[in-house]
């Protein structure tokens, strides 16, 4: 069978398969519960309703598409991806455990695809009681596996609410057969709290509360709301991204980056790089300047009176995309960071310069540099497109998704997107030294 790791990606060889969850756990057991669940989830990663919840009170979807058997020390999911209807664009296969222990009692943990496919999930020192073990996907016509392994403190109640779940009594530390006579858990769109970040959106940035909420809810789900880290945003400006900052979809971009940065580093500051044949540095983006950012560059040196060789969206940077050089300098800068640096990296495409990139790739992940490639209304990704086969390297550093609309992609999606393997990053460069 194949080995899938964390982040991994698989195209699923048949739409119809069994995916069997098997555990054993240690000496240190304290009689807790473990049960595996199912989510049906829409394109904005919710529930639709209670039939979309397949678990211990409802072990069989009304489509017949998932058919789930707990057993002993494990459980056995019938799936059938051909009887889902068009709005189910995920599922979400996961472990809850109910009780006193967490991931980190048990002696192992595996998801078994067909037969065809094995992901063992890391469990040293880890303390949550719930996991989204991986997940089906639609992409370019085809469904794909995730593994994941995404953990979740509180158990049941925050994962099954950040996918639109209410739950009404959640389960205490009861044995299983108690279960079946509690109240099943109805489905609702979520009510999130907003975090500490709210009071300063609302002092200096009010025009962005709304994002309060998508972020703190991705920022739950992907375990990242204690985080510190640095925050950089590198920012194609060649002829090619002439419609996206025309459309405003690159401020509107910096602003969420900008939110995130606030929440993730402690002044908020973040660095930007704009590039095209050069590149050239700007001052760092606070809450108290991103109103109107994109426009002030694009006019500033303008103001000056330099004009004439200043050519290009940003003045002077050229038309022609050249990735190589500022992805150096940004490895130069962030090498020595004794916090993780997360950069986000815009690109409309049209890479060529594949070797070079790979290189500067492979010498910053033995530094503490992850970085988040967003492919925007472009294509011609180029190396972005093969992370997931990029094995040359001393840990897996990079992500990339593509946004071909940017104005169809809800904040949270976008959250989400941007969020997704950080966290596995930051304990892989825990575990490397690469982080103290």
Request: aromatic content about 8%; glycine content about 6%; some cysteine.
């Amino acid at each position: 069978m194949q080995q899938l790791i964390s982040g991994q990606n698989t195209l699923l060889q048949s739409q119809q398969f069994t995916l069997t969850v098997d555990y054993k756990t240690s000496n240190q057991w304290q009689q807790s519960s473990i049960d595996a669940a199912v989510f049906l989830l829409d394109q904005n990663d919710k529930v639709r309703n209670d039939e979309d919840f397949i678990f211990y009170n409802q072990l069989d979807s009304k489509n017949g598409s998932i058919r789930l058997k707990n057993q002993m020390n494990g459980a056995s999911i019938e799936v059938n991806l051909n009887l889902l209807d068009n709005t189910t664009k995920k599922v979400a296969f996961t472990l809850v455990i109910d009780g006193k222990d967490t991931l980190a009692n048990l002696q192992q943990l595996t998801l078994t695809i067909a037969n065809q496919y094995i992901f063992e999930v890391l469990l040293d020192n880890r303390t949550e009681k719930a996991l989204i073990l991986g997940q089906c996907y639609m992409h370019n016509g085809a469904w794909k596996f995730r593994a994941l392994g995404q953990g979740f403190n509180g158990g049941l109640r925050p994962l099954a609410e950040q996918y639109g779940v209410e739950i009404i009594d959640e389960p205490s530390d009861v044995n299983s057969q108690s279960k079946a006579n509690q109240t099943t858990p109805i489905p609702k769109l979520e009510q999130t709290s907003p975090v500490d970040l709210a009071k300063k959106l609302e002092k200096k940035a009010p025009h962005l509360v709304s994002l309060i909420k998508p972020i703190t809810i991705s920022l739950e789900k992907h375990q990242l709301t204690h985080v510190k880290a640095r925050v950089a945003f590198v920012l194609d400006a060649s002829g090619s991204m002439h419609s996206e900052f025309k459309k405003g979809n690159v401020q509107q971009v910096l602003n969420r980056i900008a939110v995130l940065a606030a929440q993730f580093d402690d002044d908020g500051a973040m660095d930007l790089w704009g590039f095209a044949e050069r590149h050239k540095k700007y001052h760092d983006v606070t809450l108290d300047n991103v109103d109107g950012y994109i426009e002030r560059i694009q006019t500033e040196d303008r103001k000056k009176g330099l004009r004439g060789s200043f050519t290009g969206i940003l003045p002077g940077l050229g038309g022609v995309n050249n990735e190589p050089p500022v992805m150096d300098e940004v490895l130069d800068t962030f090498k020595s960071s004794k916090e993780p640096a997360f950069i986000v990296f815009i690109t409309d495409g049209g890479i060529s310069k594949n070797r070079q990139i790979k290189q500067i790739l492979q010498k910053s992940a033995h530094y503490p540099i992850f970085w988040k490639f967003v492919g925007l209304g472009g294509r011609s990704y180029g190396i972005l497109e093969d992370f997931d086969d990029f094995t040359d390297r001393i840990v897996d550093n990079t992500d990339f998704f593509p946004i071909d609309n940017f104005r169809a992609l809800s904040d949270e999606e976008l959250y989400d997107k941007l969020l997704v393997e950080f966290n596995d990053w930051l304990n892989k460069a825990k575990q490397l030294g690469i982080l103290k």
